[in-house]
């Protein structure tokens, strides 16, 4: 579905990415484990062609995205969803309208059917009923859910999740999880999920990527990760103060 190539990127003299290269199978559940400042939402934001690479390709479905024209990347780029960090609720707006929001921009449906979907897509996240409530009335587990009720509300072939799991408490976490499963399950959509949270890495992957040093130094399934030899991921996975990590 997804492959990256050779890709670099730098922000003045911050070389963020250092040649990765990175491939999404359809159906499958993909992790890219790294430190916090280490590049994954960098790397996320070029797959759905947020920001051009200084150098490299990233082919969707064949399809080299970095030197397509906008209305031709829209073409591509509709069929992802996206799960925001901080879940980017619009604050002003209901949750009805938030979840409606793509399918009222890049969908030609009634009004009928776009509140059909909507009330769909909440009842999909255990929502249901919810619709007239705003942002400020929710807990950060239930906004994480509306930003995915949003994101998967026009079937998108591929959903990114940009650390699903953080600022909420471990008990909702887990929830997310299980939402993130189900979605591939039922919906049979493509998944990449950036993340520093292990646990939560090793519970939904089926297959996972450690991004250090502006390159993918490893992947391979939750098994082959948790029994590296490599002692960075050793360190990371284990969550050590001590290795050849830098702690600070």
């Known amino acids: 579905m997804i492959r990256v190539v050779n890709l670099h990127k730098a922000f003045g003299q911050n070389k963020v990415l250092r040649g990765i290269n990175l491939s999404l199978k359809s159906g499958e559940i993909l992790v890219v484990i790294g ?33 397509l024209k906008d209305e031709d990347l829209h073409k591509i780029t509709r069929r992802f969803g996206l799960l925001f960090q901080g879940t980017a609720l619009f604050d002003s707006m209901t949750v009805a309208q938030n979840v409606s929001f793509g399918l009222e921009r890049y969908t030609d449906f009634s009004k009928e059917k ?40 026009y079937r998108p072939d591929i959903i990114l999740y940009d650390e699903p799991s953080t600022g909420i408490d471990p008990i909702r976490a887990d929830a997310i999880n299980d939402l993130i499963i189900r979605m591939k399950n039922e919906l049979n959509v493509s998944t990449v999920i950036i993340t520093h949270d ?3 890495a090793y519970k939904v992957a ?32 284990r969550g050590r103060a001590k290795g050849p990590i830098e702690n600070w």
């Open 35 to 67: 430190q916090s400042g280490s590049g994954k939402s960098v790397l996320i934001k070029h797959m759905i062609g947020l920001l051009k690479p200084d150098k490299g390709e990233i082919y969707v479905d064949g399809v080299e995205i970095t030197c």
């Open 114 to 153: 776009i509140q059909e979907l909507v009330e769909e897509n909440l009842d999909l996240v255990g929502l249901k009923g919810i619709g007239n409530l705003m942002p400020y009335e929710l807990s950060g587990g239930m906004k994480k859910r509306v930003g995915l009720a949003r994101a998967i509300a």
């Open 198 to 200: 292990i646990a939560s």
């Open 206 to 237: 089926d297959r996972i990527a450690m991004l250090y040093g502006g390159k993918i130094i490893e992947e391979g399934t939750p098994e082959e990760i948790e029994k590296s030899k490599n002692p960075v991921i050793q360190q990371f996975v």
